[in-house]
């Protein structure tokens, strides 16, 4: 356990390790996910300079005037593509709008893929040109992380290795690019981002401009994760937790505003919300459903529990 209260593992004893390192990683993966949902990764081989560079075009956007930003605020997509402005986006228990804006970058494919009409193109900024391109190819270094921690739990799970790399190929993953901007006055209750937990199979996140997040710990204690900078924090979402029958844990989190002599300080995050294909089954695996842990889910897919999410949290009407 580190410092920050959460396992850590190092991918590359996964990805280019002996057969007895592999297992090593499988197995605390597997256990961090499974007692705690929350995972810090080192050696993950996500570029840094893809990472610094990501970061830097997202402030110069977050940057712009707002109705420049709001040209690329796309009516009809759920937040789904570019822009997405202050003050739109709630938890789902909450009525009360989250402090922050955000950019949102999807899934590519090509024009006579199957999967094309799912997909809308993504939104180029003309002020921040370096922005989609950046975007697209950390993207794409995220998916192939992503990719290697599923096989490790697929592996965890007595399931085939490659069993998600079918539903997470072209799948409907999510890059969002997350600011929050200076708190100038006395929030009318609302924190930066109130508790919740993810819906997707995994979330990758590369570390903070400042601290805030928190996690809920199995005392029921609030504890802070502040990534290293070298490291990559995993949480499992609801959708691995629902396949799973709660054997793997979504951990509910948070994003909680800094102390007052703070608050002239802004925030910037870049989550990898980790989607499989929208007709994936959730139905729960037969082998996490026993006499002592019964069934706890109806049976769905991936794009229709997104679809319900979307409208719990106030993107989809």
């Not at 709008?97 to 199957?114: M, N, S």
């Not at 921690?149 to 997470?168: K, M, R, S, T, V």
């Not at 799973?244 to 870049?270: A, D, F, G, M, Q």
Request: net charge negative; proline share 7%.
């Amino acid at each position: 356990m580190s410092e920050k209260g959460i396992p850590t593992v190092d991918l590359s004893t996964f990805t280019q390790g002996t057969p007895a390192q592999r297992q090593a990683f499988v197995h605390d993966l597997g256990k961090a996910f499974h007692e705690v949902g929350f995972v810090a990764v080192v050696n993950h081989g996500i570029p840094k300079h893809l990472v610094d560079g990501f970061y830097a075009a997202s402030k110069a956007f977050f940057a712009l005037p707002e109705p420049v930003k709001r040209k690329y605020e796309v009516p009809g997509l759920a937040g789904q593509r570019g822009y997405t402005s202050f003050g739109k986006e709630h938890a789902k228990q909450s009525t009360v709008a989250d402090l922050k804006e955000f950019f949102q970058i999807g899934q590519e494919v090509p024009a006579d893929h199957p999967l094309k009409t799912q997909y809308p193109d993504n939104v180029s900024v003309a002020e921040a040109p370096e922005f989609a391109q950046l975007g697209r190819d950390l993207y794409q270094a995220f998916e192939k992380a992503g990719g290697e921690l599923l096989e490790a739990i697929a592996i965890h799970l007595n399931l085939d290795p490659h069993y998600f790399q079918q539903y997470i190929s072209n799948g409907n993953s999510i890059l969002r690019s997350i600011f929050y901007p200076p708190i100038t006055h006395e929030p009318a209750s609302a924190i930066r981002a109130e508790q919740h937990e993810d819906i997707n199979l995994i979330t990758l996140l590369v570390g903070a401009s400042a601290g805030g997040l928190q996690l809920l710990n199995s005392k029921d204690e609030w504890m802070p994760i502040m990534p290293e900078a070298d490291e990559i924090v995993i949480n499992v979402g609801d959708m691995l937790q629902r396949l799973t029958n709660n054997y793997l844990k979504s951990t509910t989190h948070r994003v909680v505003n800094p102390p007052r002599e703070e608050w002239h300080l802004p925030r910037l995050s870049i989550p990898f919300f980790l989607h499989p294909v929208s007709d994936m089954r959730l139905d729960c695996l037969e082998a996490c459903v026993t006499a002592d842990t019964p069934l706890q889910y109806a049976p769905t897919t991936a794009g229709e529990y997104l679809d319900e999410r979307l409208r719990e949290i106030g993107l989809k009407k």
